[in-house]
C-alpha cells in the first residue's frame, strides 16, 4: 500500500489547531433541563480525519487528502533536530527517514518493544504489515495522536506524543494485537499483550475493543479486560482498571460510552454501563450502571448529580465536582439547621 501523498487538496493543516486545548469552553450546551446538548464539532476538532473516512474502498485514510498530522510531525522533527543536534540521529531514524506515519509509527514501537527474542525486524514489519493495510488503524492512530495533543498540557507536539508517550505507544500497540487477535493470530497478539505490559505498565487484551480519539495520560497501571469496550472520545487516567468480578467466563467487563472521563485510579468492575459522557472521579470503585453525563464519586461510587458537558474527556476538567460538594454541604447544614429548629419548637410546645 502506497503511504500517504503530499496532495493537500485545499484542506487546512491540523497544525493550525489551537495549541492549548480543545476550546470547547466557548460553546455552550442546553440545559440539564432541555435534555439536549450541542452537536459534537468534529470539523472543528478533527478537519480532517472525523469526515466519514469508514466508506469506500481507498487503501489510505488520507492518501487522497494529504495528511497534515504527519507534515506537522516532519516539520516538528526537523526544528528539534537543529534546536538540539544530538537528538538528529535518533530523529532521523524514528521520523525523518520515513515516508509516512505508519511507517514511523511501526518503527518507533518496534524499537521500544524489542527483545533478545522478539527482534525489531520482526515487529517492524508485523507492526507495518497491519498498519499498512488497516484503515480503521490508519484512522484511529491520528485521532489518537490528536487528542493526546489538544488533552495532555504535557504534549508538546505531535512529534513528542509519537515519540515519547507511553500511553500513546501502548495504545497503538494494543490496536496492532487487537487486528491480530481478529485475524487469529491468538498467540501472537497474546504475546505482543505480554511484552507491552513488561514495558509499558499497560495491560490490555488483545480481545477487547476500543474506539478512536482515546487519551491514556500517563497510562502506568491501566489494566482492560478481555470483554470490555470503550467508546470513542474517552479520556482514561494512569491506575484505571476495566475488570471483571470472579472467574466467570463470557462478557463480564464494563462498556465505557463516549466521551467519558475516568479519573486515576478508578476501579470499575463487572458487565456494567459507564454511559456517554459520564465522570467517574479519582480513585472510585463503580460497581453499578453510571447514567449518562452523571458525575460519581467514592468507594463504593454514588451518583453526586449531573454535568452540563456533552464530552467531560476533552475538557479534562476534573474539579468540577467542587460546586456540587458545596452544594451538597450547604444542603447538609440547612438540613441539620431545619432538624435543630423542630427540636426546639417541639420542647417549648411541651
Known amino acids: 500500500m502506497a503511504c500517504v501523498t503530499d496532495d493537500t487538496r485545499g484542506l487546512s493543516s491540523l497544525t493550525q489547531l489551537p495549541s492549548g486545548g ?40 488520507a492518501n487522497s487528502v494529504g495528511d497534515p498530522i504527519w507534515d506537522a510531525v516532519r516539520e516538528e522533527a526537523k526544528l528539534e533536530a537543529e534546536n538540539e543536534p544530538i537528538l538528529s540521529s535518533f530523529l532521523y531514524a524514528s521520523i525523518l527517514a520515513h515516508d509516512c506515519l505508519e511507517q514511523a509509527l511501526a518503527f518507533v514501537l518496534a524499537d521500544r518493544l524489542q527483545n533478545a527474542t522478539l527482534l525489531a525486524t520482526q515487529l517492524v514489519d508485523i507492526f507495518q ?60 497478539a497474546l504475546a505482543l499483550q505480554s511484552r507491552i505490559s513488561e514495558v509499558f505498565g499497560v495491560d490490555i487484551h488483545p480481545a477487547a475493543r476500543i474506539g478512536d480519539g482515546i487519551l491514556l495520560d500517563h497510562a502506568t497501571g491501566v489494566v482492560i479486560g478481555e470483554t470490555a469496550v470503550v467508546g470513542n472520545r474517552v479520556s482514561l487516567m494512569h ?27 478508578v476501579t470499575v468492575l463487572g458487565n456494567i454501563k459507564i454511559g456517554e459522557g459520564a465522570m467517574l472521579a479519582a480513585g472510585s470503585l463503580v460497581l453499578k450502571d453510571a447514567p449518562p453525563h452523571s458525575m460519581m464519586a467514592g468507594t463504593p461510587a454514588q451518583v453526586l448529580g449531573y454535568i452540563d458537558e456533552q464530552d467531560p474527556s476533552l475538557t479534562m476538567n476534573h474539579d468540577a465536582t467542587k460546586d456540587l460538594f458545596q452544594n451538597i454541604a450547604v444542603g447538609l447544614r440547612d438540613g441539620k439547621s431545619t432538624d435543630s429548629s423542630d427540636q426546639e419548637n417541639k420542647g417549648s410546645d411541651t
Open 22 to 61: 480543545l476550546s470547547l469552553r466557548e460553546r455552550r450546551y442546553g440545559g440539564r433541563g432541555q435534555g439536549s446538548f450541542g452537536k459534537f464539532p468534529f470539523e472543528k476538532v478533527f478537519p480532517v480525519y472525523a469526515m466519514d473516512v469508514s466508506k469506500g474502498d481507498s487503501s489510505s485514510v
Open 129 to 188: 504489515n497491519v498498519m499498512m493495510h488497516d484503515r480503521g488503524i490508519q484512522q484511529s492512530i491520528r485521532l489518537d495522536v490528536q487528542a493526546f495533543k489538544d488533552r495532555d498540557p504535557a504534549c508538546l507536539s505531535y512529534c513528542s506524543a509519537l515519540l515519547y508517550f507511553k500511553g500513546y505507544h501502548s495504545l497503538q500497540s494494543y490496536r496492532v494485537a487487537h487486528a491480530l487477535w481478529k485475524q487469529g493470530r491468538k498467540v501472537l
Open 239 to 265: 491506575g484505571v482498571t476495566l475488570g471483571g468480578t470472579g472467574k466467570e467466563t463470557g462478557d463480564r467487563h464494563p462498556k465505557v460510552g463516549d466521551g467519558a472521563l475516568l479519573g486515576a485510579c
